[in-house]
């Protein structure tokens, strides 16, 4: 059934891969920038980086990954913001208990949390914010 799923939007996942290397590095360079260098809390940090970078994904994504029309920026960034908001839920958390559980760096947790938001992006989007059958 994955493997099936997989030949069937191989070139779509690997759209979705190339985005999100992409969006991973500017989040993770981000980070190291208002955490490392900028000395703030790593919440705000991770908050800033994870802002700024859901921007870029959207378009990147909308464009590249999932190729919709000037049609869909009406609509599809409401249901992007629902998505945003659960990710940003599982960043911050899996960041969190990264640093005062596992006492790892903030840049152990915001690498952790890439793997499940890639994840629930991709079926998010796929599904649900870039879906032509869903209605706004």
Same mark, same amino acid.
């Given at each position: 059934?994955?493997? +099936? ?39 705000? #940090? ?15 994504? +909308?464009?590249?990954?999932y190729r919709q029309s000037e ?9 992007y913001c629902v998505m945003l ?30 793997? #499940? ?20």
């Amino acid at each position: 059934l994955i493997l +099936r799923y997989v030949k069937t939007h191989k070139q779509q996942l690997l759209r979705f891969g190339l985005v999100g290397a992409f969006t991973f590095s500017l989040n993770y360079s981000l980070v190291f920038l208002f955490y490392g260098k900028l000395m703030l809390d790593y919440r705000i #940090a991770v908050s800033g980086a994870y802002f700024f970078t859901v921007v870029v994904h959207f378009f990147l994504n +909308r464009s590249f990954t999932y190729r919709q029309s000037e049609y869909f920026l009406a609509h599809a960034p409401l249901r992007y913001c629902v998505m945003l908001v659960i990710n940003y839920l599982i960043t911050l958390t899996t960041v969190t208990v990264t640093v005062n559980i596992l006492k790892l760096t903030p840049y152990h947790g915001v690498f952790f949390s890439a793997f #499940a938001t890639a994840l629930s992006s991709f079926f998010i989007m796929k599904y649900f914010v870039f879906n032509q059958k869903v209605k706004s």
